[in-house]
């Protein structure tokens, strides 16, 4: 590539912060650890760079496992922003083209030995000028903001290299004649740098040729001290050479010849007749939707007494916080009278405005000439509080980056108020007042997209409207691309645009509308993110569960627990991460979570340009890294529920509802990976462990669905594979959970071929256990008591040899129910008995309770009544009042002994308590029971009005019909004749396997 032609279209600026421009337009370099490897580049341009070499430059002796891995994204990044010819792949090593002057470095280098020419050739004041051009391209602290050792080493470089250009230029401005206006920076420098005796040196001559020879001396006697205080020893030769050559009037020491006249200096620029009002808010949106309860809190907050209010707006891209600002904005212009002023600081673009740029932007809004403007940035920000001294001015800050950038521009006294969108939570600033922006309410964006589209088209189209803004998760950016889209097609249906939306892989493509774009606005977030916030924004996304604790965010991270909520609160603070409804838990939006799962991810299926170079190498390391998180988070949750099983009895070791949906929605994700070859990580048979003992420890109906969706796809999947052991475990799971629902026939026929698994493979003895017993239930619930007891005696024996007492404990309950239906009370009795033996010496009061339940079964099939009521109640103290699905079932019996004991009130009230214990469960089976029960004992209680007997019937008959429950056939004729039971339908649950 032609070098020349490069230079012009491509310039870095490093002296300062860095800055990357292409034909005059600034270009965003990323976040700045990204920045930093395009500085190792650029000042090895036209050399090849090794890998190892880039990553001792950005972590020095301590790098990341995953360092070549952040090397190759940030590499792939950069060469999307520069173009493929400027950075291209050589030899395991990565080569940057630059031109002579692409790097302002350069062009100092070329300035430098200009002025040197010049001083030779004996003229000193155009090598001065020289100078003052080549220290104008220091702009601040060279590469600011740039962390690495390469960089550090660079920055302390070029910091002393401007000050020995600075140096230089002084010498030359005194040799030139200027000595008189050199004193004061001089001074200044000398006093800042106190050990280079060239500047004391300098300072003398200065003052010496201005005719204040006793302040020259005095300079020689300060800087002596000086010296001598700090490192012991006395000024150096040239200093007492020059001081000597002072004392002696040195005749050389006059000014080379006639002083030249002096430029008469710039007039001051006279002071603006008037203040200008200023009056800069863009357009507020037309069509701005809801949002009361924010912009009534931003009122109020802007409207604090006695201070300088600062109202901040936070939040993800693409929610809104632009409108809402501008629309607070323009309805405070009468408080306001003196003016608004606005300024978008490029905060969440790569690209963020200076305060000192911004500060001149504000001061010629309020009528300061440009050659008024202070040189100095405090210089400026004190200009600026004076103008707004006394006046009541609106300043709204949009899209702002850190208190940093802010803080110049707060005016200084009460009056003024200023607002601030931005994507960051920002802190640290005096008088703010902070709002956290969501997503629209889904009423709103329904209303939103009516007014974009129209009323009769959204109105013709209600459901589809409401699915189409749920799908792109209420975000007002997503919802304004689909109703401009909308609107401009006036022949497609919205129903037409859902089912363009309905795939997640495309959904980010079809948020597209002219110059808006949904993963644009994340794109920019996701580019100021540091290596290992960007790794963690893109792994905790791997996971396709609702949310994440912050012990799951640690394993998926594989960061200790501290280091991993530090790098998960630093994401919600980057608005690329939400804080979810419970404590300690982290959720993302539903599009934020698809661009996190496609980002930097090559090629067409990624958010990259189609056109970009394969990197075969990265994608594998990018899946196996997905892969083992995926691992990590399956092996967290193994150990949860492992613990709740060897410690049911404790609360705090039971894990929470949604961590049992977060199970299956991971174990049916890790089952159906695209592309899944047998003995991938996380293996079927861990998959299958970590389900069953979800399932086994569950205590609650709502995980029901979730883990019988899982146990499907993990069937499937080990029949792909000849995984027989997950098999065995799947179908077992599959039918113990369709038994639970009462779904008895389908629960039989899995647990059948669990045990033919089981006896024809030699598996685990205690999954065979497992697999009697739950086949045991289902004989229960099909009305076959012999095979019931047969089922429990064979997992009571195999629980013996296994050695297990708790789940021997639990079965020989389970075996004297079925020995009470038998009519073997004896036989019960005794079983019951040995039980309580074992909960005792266990010191389990769970197995006690259990226990009494289970004679108060035998109480109430020998006519026991009120002895059943007494062991029911015990059994119900027993257990804690969060065990919803226990506390339930133990009311639903209660309830029939009372009502057999002719106790028709504490029935009802015992049924009823059950429908709302169960209801809150989740057990879909067990409510429709309890329904059938209460109208059962309301019909004892209320013989003469049926009414609300026959409401709780049919409500049960509704819940019970259609998952086939046997318990549904005997209310169809206690609702009578009208009652339109209709056929029984099996199309629940959705999860029953082909």
């Given at each position: 590539m032609d070098r020349e032609a490069w230079s012009g279209g491509l310039r870095f600026e490093v002296l300062g912060p860095v800055?990357?421009?292409?034909?005059?337009?600034?270009?965003?370099?990323?976040?700045?650890?990204?920045?930093?490897?395009?500085?190792?580049l650029l000042f090895r341009a036209g050399r090849q760079v090794s890998g190892a070499q880039l990553v001792d430059d950005l972590w020095g002796e301590d790098p990341p496992a995953s360092a070549h891995g952040v090397i190759r994204t940030y590499v792939h990044r950069l060469r999307r922003i520069l173009g493929p010819d400027v950075l291209t792949s050589l030899g395991g090593g990565y080569l940057l083209v630059a031109g002579p002057d692409g790097l302002d470095t350069a062009r100092c280098e070329t300035l430098l030995a200009r002025a040197r020419t010049l001083r030779a050739e004996g003229r000193p004041a155009q090598a001065a000028a020289v100078l003052r051009t080549a220290l104008a391209l220091w702009r601040g602290e060279p590469m600011s903001g740039v962390p690495g050792p390469?960089?550090?080493?660079?920055?302390?470089?070029?910091?002393?290299?401007?000050?020995?250009?600075?140096?230089?230029?002084?010498?030359?401005?005194?040799?030139?004649?200027?000595?008189?206006?050199?004193?004061?920076?001089?001074?200044?420098?000398?006093?800042?740098?106190?050990?280079?005796?060239?500047?004391?040196?300098?300072?003398?001559?200065?003052?010496y040729r201005s005719g204040r020879q006793a302040d020259a001396l005095e300079v020689y006697r300060a800087a002596d001290r000086r010296l001598r205080t700090e490192l012991g020893v006395g000024a150096g030769p040239?200093?007492?050479?020059?001081?000597?050559?002072?004392?002696?009037?040195?005749?050389?020491?006059a000014a080379p010849g006639p002083e030249p006249s002096a430029q008469p200096l710039p007039p001051p620029a006279p002071e603006p007749a008037a203040l200008l009002r200023p009056d800069q808010l863009p357009a507020a949106v037309a069509d701005f939707t809801g949002r009361s309860a924010e912009v009534a809190a931003l009122r109020a907050a802007l409207r604090q007494p006695g201070c300088v209010p600062v109202a901040a707006v936070a939040g993800m891209g693409g929610v809104g916080k632009t409108a809402l600002a501008l629309h607070v904005a323009h309805g405070l212009a009468e408080e306001f009278p003196d003016?608004?002023?606005?300024?978008?600081?490029?905060?969440?673009?790569?690209?963020?405005?200076?305060?000192?740029?911004?500060?001149?932007?504000?001061?010629?809004?309020?009528?300061?000439?440009?050659?008024?403007?202070?040189?100095?940035?405090?210089?400026?920000?004190?200009?600026?509080?004076?103008?707004?001294?006394?006046?009541?001015?609106?300043?709204?800050?949009?899209?702002?980056?850190?208190?940093?950038?802010?803080?110049?521009?707060?005016?200084?006294?009460?009056?003024?108020?200023?607002?601030?969108?931005?994507?960051?939570?920002?802190?640290?600033?005096?008088?703010?007042?902070?709002?956290?922006?969501?997503?629209?309410p889904a009423e709103e964006a329904v209303t939103l997209l009516t007014r974009v589209v129209g009323a009769e088209r959204v109105a013709a189209e209600d459901a589809s409207a409401r699915e189409l803004v749920r799908l792109c998760g209420q975000l007002p950016l997503a919802v304004r691309i689909l109703a401009a889209?909308?609107?401009?097609?006036?022949?497609?249906?919205?129903?037409?645009?859902?089912?363009?939306?309905?795939?997640?892989?495309?959904?980010?493509?079809?948020?597209?509308?002219?110059?808006?774009?949904?993963?644009?606005?994340?794109?920019?977030?996701?580019?100021?993110?540091?290596?290992?916030?960007?790794?963690?924004?893109?792994?905790?996304?791997?996971?396709?569960?609702?949310?994440?604790?912050?012990?799951?965010?640690?394993?998926?991270?594989?960061?200790?627990?501290?280091?991993?909520?530090?790098?998960?609160?630093?994401?919600?603070?980057?608005?690329?991460?939400?804080?979810?409804?419970?404590?300690?838990?982290?959720?993302?939006?539903?599009?934020?979570?698809?661009?996190?799962?496609?980002?930097?991810?090559?090629g067409p299926d990624g958010a990259d340009d189609p056109g970009s170079p394969d990197d075969p190498a990265g994608r594998a390391e990018a899946d196996d890294e997905r892969a083992a998180a995926l691992a990590r988070l399956v092996d967290h949750h193994h150990a949860g529920v492992t613990a709740a099983l060897r410690s049911p009895a404790a609360p705090a070791a039971s894990p929470a509802v949604g961590d049992y949906v977060a199970v299956g929605a991971l174990v049916r994700q890790?089952?159906?990976?695209?592309?899944?070859?047998?003995?991938?990580?996380?293996?079927?048979?861990?998959?299958?462990?970590?389900?069953?003992?979800?399932?086994?420890?569950?205590?609650?109906?709502?995980?029901?669905?979730?883990?019988?969706?899982?146990?499907?796809?993990?069937?499937?999947?080990?029949?792909?594979?000849?995984?027989?052991?997950?098999?065995?475990?799947?179908?077992?799971?599959?039918?113990?959970?369709?038994?639970?629902?009462?779904?008895?026939?389908?629960?039989?026929?899995?647990?059948?071929r669990a045990r033919d698994l089981c006896t024809a493979h030699g598996l685990p003895q205690p999954l065979l256990a497992l697999v009697h017993g739950s086949l045991a239930a289902c004989f229960v619930q099909l009305g076959r008591p012999d095979e019931a007891v047969a089922g429990f005696s064979a997992a009571v024996a195999v629980w013996q040899r296994v050695g297990d007492r708790r789940a021997l404990a639990a079965e020989l309950l389970e075996l004297a129910g079925a020995f009470a239906r038998q009519g073997r009370f004896g036989a019960a009795g005794r079983v019951v008995d040995q039980s309580l033996v074992i909960g005792h010496d266990l010191a389990d009061h769970e197995l006690e309770a259990r226990a009494r339940d289970s004679l108060g079964s035998i109480a109430h099939e020998l006519g026991r009544y009120d002895q059943a009521v007494a062991h029911r109640r015990a059994a119900l103290a027993l257990t804690g009042p969060e065990d919803h699905r226990r506390t339930g079932r133990i009311l639903l019996r209660l309830g029939e002994s009372l009502r057999a004991a002719g106790r028709a009130p504490e029935a009802a009230e015992a049924a009823e308590r059950a429908v709302e214990a169960l209801t809150l469960d989740g057990d879909h089976r067990g409510r429709g029971?309890?329904?059938?029960?209460?109208?059962?004992?309301?019909?004892?209680?209320?013989?003469?009005?049926?009414?609300?007997?026959?409401?709780?019937w049919a409500e049960a008959h509704g819940i019970l019909a259609p998952i086939g429950a046997p318990e549904a056939e005997r209310l169809v004729p206690l609702l009578g004749d009208g009652h339109p039971a209709g056929p029984t339908r099996r199309s629940w649950p959705s999860w029953l396997p082909a």
């Amino acid at each position: 590539m032609d070098r020349e032609a490069w230079s012009g279209g491509l310039r870095f600026e490093v002296l300062g912060p860095v800055r990357g421009l292409r034909d005059g337009v600034e270009l965003a370099l990323g976040s700045p650890q990204q920045q930093g490897l395009l500085l190792a580049l650029l000042f090895r341009a036209g050399r090849q760079v090794s890998g190892a070499q880039l990553v001792d430059d950005l972590w020095g002796e301590d790098p990341p496992a995953s360092a070549h891995g952040v090397i190759r994204t940030y590499v792939h990044r950069l060469r999307r922003i520069l173009g493929p010819d400027v950075l291209t792949s050589l030899g395991g090593g990565y080569l940057l083209v630059a031109g002579p002057d692409g790097l302002d470095t350069a062009r100092c280098e070329t300035l430098l030995a200009r002025a040197r020419t010049l001083r030779a050739e004996g003229r000193p004041a155009q090598a001065a000028a020289v100078l003052r051009t080549a220290l104008a391209l220091w702009r601040g602290e060279p590469m600011s903001g740039v962390p690495g050792p390469y960089v550090q080493r660079r920055r302390r470089e070029w910091e002393e290299r401007r000050l020995a250009v600075l140096e230089s230029c002084l010498e030359a401005e005194v040799e030139g004649g200027r000595w008189a206006e050199s004193v004061a920076e001089l001074a200044a420098l000398a006093e800042e740098h106190p050990l280079r005796e060239r500047l004391s040196e300098l300072l003398m001559l200065a003052l010496y040729r201005s005719g204040r020879q006793a302040d020259a001396l005095e300079v020689y006697r300060a800087a002596d001290r000086r010296l001598r205080t700090e490192l012991g020893v006395g000024a150096g030769p040239g200093l007492r050479d020059l001081q000597g050559r002072i004392l002696a009037a040195d005749e050389t020491l006059a000014a080379p010849g006639p002083e030249p006249s002096a430029q008469p200096l710039p007039p001051p620029a006279p002071e603006p007749a008037a203040l200008l009002r200023p009056d800069q808010l863009p357009a507020a949106v037309a069509d701005f939707t809801g949002r009361s309860a924010e912009v009534a809190a931003l009122r109020a907050a802007l409207r604090q007494p006695g201070c300088v209010p600062v109202a901040a707006v936070a939040g993800m891209g693409g929610v809104g916080k632009t409108a809402l600002a501008l629309h607070v904005a323009h309805g405070l212009a009468e408080e306001f009278p003196d003016g608004r002023l606005y300024l978008d600081l490029h905060g969440a673009d790569g690209r963020p405005a200076r305060p000192e740029e911004a500060l001149a932007v504000f001061l010629r809004s309020l009528g300061v000439p440009g050659e008024a403007i202070p040189a100095r940035p405090a210089e400026r920000a004190a200009r600026y509080r004076s103008l707004l001294a006394g006046r009541r001015v609106l300043v709204l800050l949009d899209n702002a980056r850190d208190a940093e950038q802010i803080r110049p521009l707060l005016p200084g006294g009460a009056g003024c108020a200023v607002l601030v969108t931005s994507r960051t939570r920002i802190g640290a600033l005096p008088n703010a007042r902070f709002t956290e922006l969501p997503v629209l309410p889904a009423e709103e964006a329904v209303t939103l997209l009516t007014r974009v589209v129209g009323a009769e088209r959204v109105a013709a189209e209600d459901a589809s409207a409401r699915e189409l803004v749920r799908l792109c998760g209420q975000l007002p950016l997503a919802v304004r691309i689909l109703a401009a889209r909308l609107a401009c097609r006036p022949g497609w249906s919205v129903a037409r645009l859902v089912e363009q939306l309905g795939g997640e892989r495309y959904r980010l493509d079809a948020l597209r509308s002219g110059d808006l774009a949904v993963d644009s606005s994340f794109r920019f977030g996701y580019d100021l993110l540091d290596a290992e916030q960007a790794r963690a924004f893109r792994l905790l996304a791997v996971p396709e569960v609702p949310d994440l604790s912050a012990a799951q965010v640690a394993a998926v991270l594989d960061r200790p627990g501290p280091d991993a909520e530090a790098l998960a609160e630093s994401l919600v603070d980057c608005s690329m991460l939400e804080v979810a409804a419970s404590p300690d838990r982290y959720r993302y939006h539903d599009l934020l979570r698809a661009f996190a799962q496609r980002v930097d991810r090559p090629g067409p299926d990624g958010a990259d340009d189609p056109g970009s170079p394969d990197d075969p190498a990265g994608r594998a390391e990018a899946d196996d890294e997905r892969a083992a998180a995926l691992a990590r988070l399956v092996d967290h949750h193994h150990a949860g529920v492992t613990a709740a099983l060897r410690s049911p009895a404790a609360p705090a070791a039971s894990p929470a509802v949604g961590d049992y949906v977060a199970v299956g929605a991971l174990v049916r994700q890790c089952a159906t990976l695209p592309g899944r070859s047998p003995g991938a990580a996380p293996g079927l048979d861990r998959l299958a462990e970590l389900l069953l003992g979800a399932c086994l420890s569950a205590d609650s109906g709502h995980a029901t669905r979730p883990l019988g969706h899982a146990a499907n796809a993990l069937l499937h999947a080990a029949l792909r594979e000849g995984g027989r052991t997950a098999e065995a475990r799947a179908r077992l799971v599959l039918g113990r959970l369709l038994a639970e629902v009462g779904s008895a026939s389908s629960a039989l026929t899995e647990l059948l071929r669990a045990r033919d698994l089981c006896t024809a493979h030699g598996l685990p003895q205690p999954l065979l256990a497992l697999v009697h017993g739950s086949l045991a239930a289902c004989f229960v619930q099909l009305g076959r008591p012999d095979e019931a007891v047969a089922g429990f005696s064979a997992a009571v024996a195999v629980w013996q040899r296994v050695g297990d007492r708790r789940a021997l404990a639990a079965e020989l309950l389970e075996l004297a129910g079925a020995f009470a239906r038998q009519g073997r009370f004896g036989a019960a009795g005794r079983v019951v008995d040995q039980s309580l033996v074992i909960g005792h010496d266990l010191a389990d009061h769970e197995l006690e309770a259990r226990a009494r339940d289970s004679l108060g079964s035998i109480a109430h099939e020998l006519g026991r009544y009120d002895q059943a009521v007494a062991h029911r109640r015990a059994a119900l103290a027993l257990t804690g009042p969060e065990d919803h699905r226990r506390t339930g079932r133990i009311l639903l019996r209660l309830g029939e002994s009372l009502r057999a004991a002719g106790r028709a009130p504490e029935a009802a009230e015992a049924a009823e308590r059950a429908v709302e214990a169960l209801t809150l469960d989740g057990d879909h089976r067990g409510r429709g029971l309890a329904l059938a029960a209460l109208g059962d004992a309301l019909a004892d209680r209320h013989p003469d009005d049926p009414a609300r007997a026959r409401a709780c019937w049919a409500e049960a008959h509704g819940i019970l019909a259609p998952i086939g429950a046997p318990e549904a056939e005997r209310l169809v004729p206690l609702l009578g004749d009208g009652h339109p039971a209709g056929p029984t339908r099996r199309s629940w649950p959705s999860w029953l396997p082909a």
